[in-house]
DNA sequence: GTCTATAGACTGATAGAC
DNA sequence: GTCTATCAGTCTATAGAC
């Protein structure tokens, strides 16, 4: 009870710094100044820094791949086996845009604290989206099932493009805002995901209609 | 003289140690002893590590954008003022692309100390980034030339998302070599550099050839 | 100006008492 | 499980030698 007690205001403080400062400017004796425990206590229950930062991106990544995989299956449900193509790469860059990107008052701590973790990427981090690669080999299997002809190549450089546009606006949004002088919308989250989607099918699919 | 070998000595160190082992592993006393130089002439030539960090970037930085804009001014030229918008593309992500990607034998301790500027993106790399907003216009200001009935925003979501195709293809080669088990050829650069200016140019032109 | 030796403040991690 | 005390290691700053 205790010791749930100290491990959760730990993850909360953490989560709370770490969203609002970045990783490099939050010590460990802020953490524990904020959770109002002991210095010791970190390493008691994660062992060390880069353990408990791996810990607090590892529980909120569960929870959006978690949806991704939900989106994926409605959509392969809907289409009886085979998912429109748009839709599985909505399900797959769709939940961390709409987690990561929007009104930027009503960003909750946990979102703030993934957009950290792509902008600052941490050795930690790093080693936990290296095993990501068999999540993402399900979206690949269900591309191949809408396109089973299609060159299997192209498939994973069209999941590779797609995550590529939408860790970069997560990312960069500020570049972006900047650059275009507020010509583009970052607000806008659903119109966001509709052009990368939008790109990500004509990327796969446009050579093959532009010929015919 | 003097001055001049402990400040190249430096410099040499310092980017063949942060290429071969990422920024956070190297610490100034790591740099100071494979330069065979006193620890504080770091702080006294550069400033503090961040600055010497930020030092190597601009340099080697500087290099690349200049190939880009030699490469556009060339493909404006021949095209009488108006680049063909492939030819853009290819000069906004070719230098990067040839430089970090190919065979991993023969790159440079250069070529390797801007992947890891990529991949670890540090603080003092971060702020230079955001300073690039001037040069990233005349590539929008080229499109515009190209392209002068089209929509603006269009335009810097298209350099946008160029980008992020080359930058996430070197920062994650990694994670896509394995998830497609080798399909996708990581060291065909020009093949790389040709299939992301094709995906961007049908991100701009293709809605409107698929209506026509 | 260039460089060195040294001291300082801060970091994450840990051993051992409670 | 918690705490105090302390560790070795980091970057930075400065006084002074050349």
Request: hydrophobic share 45%.
């Amino acid at each position: 009870m205790a010791a749930d007690h100290t491990r959760t205001a730990i993850l909360e403080a953490a989560e709370r710094l770490y969203a609002a400062r970045g990783f490099a400017d939050v010590t460990m004796r802020d953490i524990v100044a904020a959770a109002d425990v002991n210095l010791a206590a970190v390493n008691y229950h994660f062992g060390s820094k880069d353990e408990l930062i791996a810990e607090l991106f590892v529980t909120r990544g569960l929870v959006t791949n978690r949806e991704r995989l939900n989106e994926l299956k409605i959509a392969e449900e809907a289409g009886g086996g085979r998912a429109e193509l748009a839709a599985i790469f909505t399900a797959l860059i769709g939940p961390t845009l709409r987690g990561c990107l929007g009104p930027e008052k009503q960003r909750s701590d946990a979102a703030r604290f993934m957009i950290r973790a792509s902008i600052e990427s941490v050795p930690p981090i790093r080693k936990i989206k290296n095993r990501e690669v068999d999540h993402l080999r399900r979206f690949a299997a269900a591309m191949r099932r809408t396109l089973p002809d299609h060159d299997e190549a192209d498939l994973f450089w069209g999941i590779h493009f797609a995550l590529a546009m939408a860790h970069q606006t997560v990312r960069d949004s500020e570049r972006l805002g900047k650059m275009s002088d507020g010509a583009c919308d970052l607000t806008d989250v659903a119109g966001i995901v509709a052009r990368i989607v939008g790109v990500s099918v004509l990327a796969l699919t446009g050579r093959a209609k532009l010929r015919a």
